[in-house]
């Protein structure tokens, strides 16, 4: 059975940072490009950052410079750096595997993220 479980989230000062982790188990995590997506109250859920399965990271324009996104393929854990948070980063983060063989994607229950201004 597959399943993302999300960890780290909270509330936060703005300038502050935190670190989110995505634990991956049912054998899909080596084989998958992992993603983290965030959504806001009211608004559409947005790709935030990605990471092939080489290690490639991508990453929206907003958070360039500050997020980083990373993954231990021996620990199947997938994680999200988030440095000089800002109000605007508030929302629940979701991870989110997708696995190219299988072409199958699989997504986290999310982990809320609260920055205050």
């Known amino acids: 059975q597959v399943q993302l479980v999300e960890s780290g989230g909270g509330l936060v000062q703005a300038g502050g940072s935190l670190r989110l982790s995505c634990a991956a188990s049912?054998?899909?995590?080596?084989?998958?490009?992992m993603k983290w997506y965030r959504q806001a109250p009211g608004k559409q859920r947005e790709l935030v950052a990605s990471i092939t399965i080489g290690g490639t990271p991508e990453y929206v324009d907003s958070v360039k410079a500050r997020f980083t996104i990373s993954r231990d393929n021996a620990k199947n854990t997938l994680y999200l750096q988030m440095n000089s948070l800002k109000p605007e980063d508030t929302g629940m983060y979701y991870c989110n595997a997708v696995h190219l063989r299988y072409a199958v994607s699989y997504w986290g229950q999310g982990t809320q993220v609260t920055v205050s201004s």
């Open positions: 049912g054998n899909i995590f080596s084989g998958s490009t």
